[in-house]
């Protein structure tokens, strides 16, 4: 069976830095796109970053770019995304997910797998 799960959420202020973990069993990272998304009350989820298993490529929205940056540690099965200069409008349930394929897709539905989900919140 396939198990995501997230860790690192917490409250900081802006301007300040997290870094989210998403440790995986069943499945390798290396063979998969790994992403992460975000989801606000009333909003739908976004995808926020994203690395593929060939040649880790990568993706960033708009809103995030140069601000967080995703990873991955093969030997640990481990994904990470370290999260800089915080803003509130960061505030957010993160996920982490996983497809099996080779593309970076922008909605969830594409997603196979998800983990349960860290609270970041960013406060002012």
């Known amino acids: 069976q396939v198990q995501l799960a997230e860790s690192g959420g917490g409250l900081v202020q802006a301007g300040g830095s997290l870094r989210l973990s998403c440790a995986a069993s069943?499945?390798?990272?290396?063979?998969?796109?790994v992403a992460w998304f975000r989801q606000t009350p009333g909003k739908e989820r976004e995808l926020v970053s994203a690395i593929t298993g060939g040649d880790g490529g990568t993706y960033y929205s708009d809103s995030v770019k140069g601000r967080f940056t995703i990873s991955r540690d093969s030997a640990k099965n481990t994904m990470y995304l370290q999260l800089n200069s915080l803003k509130p409008e960061d505030t957010a349930v993160y996920y982490c997910a996983a497809r099996q394929g080779a593309l970076i897709k922008m909605t969830p539905v594409w997603y196979n797998y998800w983990g349960q989900g860290t609270q970041v919140t960013v406060s002012s």
């Open positions: 069943g499945l390798l990272f290396t063979a998969n796109v």
